[in-house]
């Protein structure tokens, strides 16, 4: 797997190294100083959630976690711990470097600070709380602009319910993850985006959502 | 018998014996009012020994003193009232003392009875807590019961899961066991009943001749009682042991209950590590093989058109085999009992969702909603269903002819939602229309044949039904999906 991921990413002109457990992941992530790190929450040695929190100050990479398991449970620990994605096992190459992308675009957006976030039509201006798509204005509710300011700030990744919660509703809300549902339905109405072909908003599902970037 | 009279022998000696003291000392010295020495002895005959006692002690000496000492000596003769009036006084103080020591001593026997009655209970009791087998206490309470007078039977019954336990006190006939348990399911005692903290026997019962049933919590207390009432302090005392063995055929119970769903958990336990570590074994090579096999699809590897072809079939055939590693897994935890995590969702989200994986595989198919926008949300374990949607959409794609439409629906209808996926391909068999949720059963070459049994299993997890049936332009399948309690809107 090891020698057929490095080889994959190394057609796609990436830079490659591999460790084989947490603890030299960790090690190898402070002195090399990489972009983005893939996490397998499967590895020998130290726990992959262990070495997901050690890696979080070591590093300001991205970290895209890998897993077999299949339970969305082990998504929402991992993002809530500070990684930035996930693939499920197996994937093809075509889709592990389209996440790979997008990790990295994030960090350059991030990085220019633009007060203005576009998404295809979508643009949303951070300094004059104004949403519009194809150039028409949108007009939000502050919760709903909230939610939607929130999912732009981190356009490409998936955001959990709880962290969707904490940061629209506040530190204290009473969890009822319903109301991010019933509030991301009543924004794709005002967007005139479809959930079944979305060109926004994409659930994932159990785990939260994730703006298209 | 002679021990009833002893006290009273004891009586008329102690008036003897003070007549002649009398006696004695009165032939010495000129000593007036001796007589009061007899009401001494009345006192204490009264209380040592009760009324009887002191009142044959009373009347012996008024009659001594009288012959002895009162003039003319030697006659039995009453002169005056002041005569008279000592009779009185003996009498009445014999008879005040007697009651006042009589009821005294009634009191203290009570207490001492019911000092022994707890020490005998708190023996019991603690021995039932020490000893960690229940059966062990049980049995030192069936004997403990069998001690009290008139009752010749206790036993002890334990309902195990519906199921008659003799524990103490002997064997029971088949006949008692089915009396036993009758009593218990009815909770209707037979012959006895506990009321005011004392066993009673019932009127009804044939005196002694048969056992009588006492249902409690866990259990049945069996006991044959002798005709002609018990002492009530015995009863009262039966009554108590049967509410100790009653607490701890209780105790028994939540034990092998505990213990019960301890291997109830351990077993799951076993199972979610199996399936677990068969998800890993199996899809950890088909991950090495999908990631190896797509990486020399990059054109920097340097591979000839027809050689991608190749590798791009080989990698669709690795995915196959992915879905049916997990479909299989899915099935089999399915079947364990999966532990569902329902939250309210809006239907039209998650059919979205359905869609929006599917969207690659759909290939531009036509796909019709007909899903009302205020229709409330259902409770449902989002990727369960979610499953159970694509499958169904899955194989209307496959059945549904080049060009051909799929459409869903879905109505709201007291509690319940039910949804349709129908396409317009070919009929199924009426035969098969019930067959189609069997597992491995498949029409088509590709399939797993288990996509629509996983989807049978996840709709009736929920509670809900899921049937085929042949519409005018196509196969249906319709399920249903509970709606959410509360409409949880803001």
């Known amino acids: 797997m090891q020698r057929a991921l490095r080889a994959g990413l190394r057609y796609h002109d990436f830079e490659v190294r591999a ?84 990790v990295l675009r994030r960090q350059a957006d991030v990085r220019a600070g633009e007060p203005v976030i576009r998404t295809g039509d979508l643009e949303i201006d951070l ?5 519009t798509t194809a150039g028409r204005a949108v007009k939000l509710t502050p919760t709903e602009y909230e939610l939607l300011r929130y999912l732009a700030l981190h356009a490409g990744k998936p955001v959990t319910h709880t962290t969707l919660l904490r940061q629209v509703w506040g530190e204290y809300a009473i969890g009822d993850k319903y109301n991010t549902r019933y509030v991301v339905a009543q924004i794709r109405k005002k967007l005139g985006d479809d959930p079944a072909n979305p060109r926004y908003i994409v659930n994932e599902p159990g785990v939260g959502y994730r703006l298209q970037a | 018998m002679t021990r009833r009279l ?117 023996e019991l009791a603690t021995a039932a807590l020490r000893s960690p087998e229940v059966t062990v206490a049980l049995s030192l309470l069936s004997e403990r ?50 009321s005011n903290g004392a066993v009673r026997l019932m009127k009804t019962r044939p005196e002694g001749a048969e056992a009588a049933y006492l249902p409690l919590a866990s259990g049945v207390a069996v006991m044959k009682i002798e005709a002609g009432h018990p002492d009530p302090s015995d009863l009262r005392m039966l009554a108590a042991l049967v509410g100790l063995a009653d607490l701890l055929l209780d105790r028994r119970r939540a034990v092998l209950e505990a213990d019960r769903a301890r291997g109830f958990e351990a077993s799951d336990r076993l199972k979610a590590a199996i399936l677990s570590s068969l998800s890993h074994e199996l899809k950890s090579p088909i991950a090495s093989l999908r990631a190896g096999l797509t990486a020399l699809l990059a054109p920097q590897a340097g591979l000839q058109p027809e050689q991608r072809d190749l590798l791009r079939d080989l990698d669709g055939q690795a995915n196959r085999l992915d879905r049916l590693v997990g479909d299989m897994l899915a099935l089999s935890r399915l079947e364990a009992g999966v532990e569902l995590d329902r939250e309210p969702h809006r239907f039209a989200d998650l059919v979205g969702t359905a869609l929006h994986q599917l969207r690659p595989s759909l290939n531009g198919r036509d796909v019709k909603l007909d899903i009302a926008d205020d229709l409330p949300p259902v409770e449902v374990d989002e990727l369960q269903v979610g499953r159970v949607l694509t499958n169904l959409l899955e ?40 067959r189609v949720f069997e597992t491995f059963w498949t029409r088509r070459a590709r399939g797993s044949g288990l996509g629509l049994a996983i989807s049978k299993r996840v709709v009736e997890a929920h509670g809900g039904t899921i049937r085929a049936e042949n519409r005018r332009r196509g196969p249906r399948f319709t399920f249903t999906l509970p709606l959410a309690r509360i409409a949880a809107a803001r």
């Open chain 1, 19 to 102: 460790v084989g457990t947490g603890e030299e992941a960790v090690r190898e992530a402070a002195a090399w100083r990489p972009d983005v790190i893939l996490l397998d929450l499967g590895l020998p040695g130290m726990d992959g959630f262990a070495t997901l929190r050690a890696l979080r100050p070591a590093t300001r990479a991205g970290v895209i976690v890998v897993s077999v398991m299949p339970g969305e449970k082990d998504k929402v620990r991992a993002l809530d711990a500070g990684a930035d994605d996930y693939v499920v096992k197996p994937f093809g190459t075509d889709e592990l470097v389209a996440r790979i992308r997008a």
């Open chain 2, 395 to 434: 194989n209307a794609d496959e059945w549904a002819p080049e060009g051909g439409r799929i459409e869903v629906g879905a109505s709201a209808n007291e509690g319940w939602l039910t949804a349709w996926v129908e396409n317009d391909g070919p009929a199924i068999a009426p035969t098969e229309l019930d």
């Open chain 1, 127 to 131: 300094a004059r709380r104004s949403v």
């Open chain 2, 145 to 194: 019961a069998m001690r009290l007078q008139g009752v010749s039977r206790f036993a002890l019954v334990a309902m195990d899961f519906g199921h008659a336990m003799p524990l103490a006190g002997g064997e029971l006939t088949a006949d008692e066991l089915r009396q036993a348990t009758w009593s218990y399911d009815n909770k209707r005692p037979v012959g006895v009943a506990v």
């Open chain 2, 6 to 122: 002893a006290p009273y022998a004891v009586g008329i000696a102690g008036a003897l014996a003070v007549t002649a003291a009398i006696g004695l000392v009165s032939s010495r010295f000129q000593v007036p009012g001796l007589s009061a020495f007899y009401l001494l002895l009345v006192l204490w005959l009264g209380a040592t020994w009760g009324r009887g006692p002191a009142v044959a002690g009373s009347v012996a000496a008024f009659l001594m003193y009288d012959f002895f000492f009162v003039p003319p000596v030697g006659t039995l003769t009453v002169r005056g009232p002041s005569e008279l009036l000592e009779l009185m006084v003996l009498l009445a103080v014999a008879l005040v003392t007697g009651q006042l020591a009589g009821s005294l001593r009634r009191t203290q026997s009570a207490a001492e009875a019911l000092a022994a009655d707890e020490r005998a209970m708190y």
